[in-house]
């Protein structure tokens, strides 16, 4: 099978990058690609370093096919609300243009798209399910929905075989990226697990739905493989709990007990710490998992940073 993960050397990539290689027989040809060079890509995979937003970059990319695709590229959205251009062109063109090139040379080839909670917009108390409507209030929950919109369309006309994935926030990413407005909820593993202060921009009752890093490569493993349906998409299982209580549980799990102090930020708190409750009954009947609770959150968390 001929493979191909873009943004593999972000976050999820480089998680996702790992499991591909622990279970691959070598048997499969796997490309990874992102904007420079990696130092962790395994010998056996091709890193094609290069940008999406580059036609002629994407035509040499594209032009032996792939069987699979994972497309995790993009840039986090407080930055594309900062650089609409930028937005517009790596969280928008880049994914409809690699997905033309992919159909015109192999129909058929399974597209999994990495999507967002952001699709959603302003929640309120509403509990959500793929059905839920979407009415993003940020440019890149914007690019996101025009994209699996697009995306249905090509399952539909048999163009591709798409599946994209509305994920929620996923920790704990590293402390150098930037740009997410849902940082904090990765940053408090980090200053918790260096017994460090760490003072919440959110109050501690805030509610978020929160993923492991290893639950979110296993959701993009188990959609991989399953049968395509007509403009599919996944809300995946996450596990809703307050902030506090991931606090706590990451004190647990760390055995350290630093000083936490709480916020107010009220834009974060109505995007991010406002999460109503999940209907994830669909994706459970598929096959996803989640994270089991919030100390097995906490110790996967622990396991990356």
């Known amino acids: 099978m001929r493979i191909l993960v873009t943004g593999a050397d972000g976050f999820l990539g480089r998680g996702l990058v790992n499991a591909l290689a622990a279970r691959n027989n070598r048997a499969d040809k796997i490309t990874l690609t992102d904007l420079g060079r990696s130092e962790t890509c395994p010998d056996f995979m091709d890193f094609k370093p290069g940008d999406l937003g580059d036609p002629s970059f994407l035509d040499e990319l594209t032009q032996s096919g792939f069987d699979l695709v994972f497309h995790l590229a993009s840039i986090p959205g407080s930055r594309a609300e900062q650089d609409q251009a930028l937005g517009h ?61 697009l995306l249905s369309d090509m399952t539909r006309r048999g163009a591709l075989s798409t599946i994209s994935i509305r994920f929620p926030g996923i920790v704990a990413r ?14 408090l593993f980090h200053r918790i697990r260096a017994n460090e202060p760490f003072e919440c921009p959110v109050p501690a009752e805030s509610t978020c739905w929160w993923m492991s890093r290893d639950a979110a490569v296993g959701t993009l493993l188990h959609a991989a493989g399953l049968a395509a349906t007509e403009g599919c998409i996944i809300q995946p299982p996450a596990l809703r709990a307050t902030v506090a209580e991931v606090v706590e549980a990451a004190m647990r799990v760390a055995g350290r007990r630093p000083l936490v102090s709480y916020g107010r930020n009220d834009a974060l708190q109505r995007i991010f710490g406002s999460m109503p409750h999940l209907d994830a009954s669909q994706a459970f009947s598929r096959g996803f998992h989640a994270d089991a609770n919030v100390d097995t959150l906490a110790q996967a968390a622990f396991s990356g940073v």
């Open 89 to 149: 062109r790596v969280n928008l063109m880049a994914p409809l243009s690699l997905a033309d090139r992919l159909a015109a040379g192999n129909a058929g080839t399974r597209f999994v798209f990495a999507s967002s909670i952001a699709v959603y917009g302003d929640l309120a108390s509403r509990t959500v399910n793929p059905d839920t409507p979407c009415h993003p209030q940020l440019t890149y929950g914007a690019h996101k929905l025009m994209t699996e919109i």
């Open 174 to 187: 590293p402390q150098s990226e930037s740009g997410h407005g849902s940082a904090f909820m990765s940053q």
